[in-house]
């Protein structure tokens, strides 16, 4: 069993910055990919940023301002958030995949001020 612990939320005001960390409980280079997953309240789970094999992907609201990065070292995904609106508000949960499970951490709040 794999776990996955977000850490990194909380309140900040617009224009600010946050960096949430993804622990894994295994060596991240056994994912195919890992990436970032956020839900606003009334709203589905959407994709944030994504990075496998190839060149990272990006949801199109958070182009230009966010940044995933993995430290193999530490089995730690993170996402580097600048920037930041109030629309960015939501719950943020870290993804593992490898075929065939995919696994999730247990979510950590991002509240963005106006």
């Known amino acids: 069993q794999v776990q996955l612990v977000e850490s990194g939320g909380g309140l900040v005001q617009a224009g600010g910055s946050l960096r949430l960390s993804c622990a894994a409980s295994?060596?991240?280079?056994?994912?195919?990919?890992m990436g970032w997953y956020r839900q606003a309240p009334g709203k589905q789970r959407e994709l944030v940023a994504s990075?496998?094999?190839?060149?990272?992907t990006y949801g199109d609201s958070v182009k230009g301002r966010f940044t995933i990065s993995r430290d193999y070292a530490k089995n730690t995904v993170y996402l580097q958030m600048n920037s930041l609106k109030p629309e960015d508000t939501a719950v943020y949960y870290c993804?593992?995949?490898?075929?065939?499970?995919?696994?999730w951490g247990q979510g950590t709040q991002v509240t963005v001020s106006s």
């Open positions: 295994r060596t991240i280079s056994q994912f195919n990919d």
């Open positions: 990075v496998g094999g190839g060149a990272p």
């Open positions: 993804n593992a995949g490898v075929f065939p499970s995919i696994y």
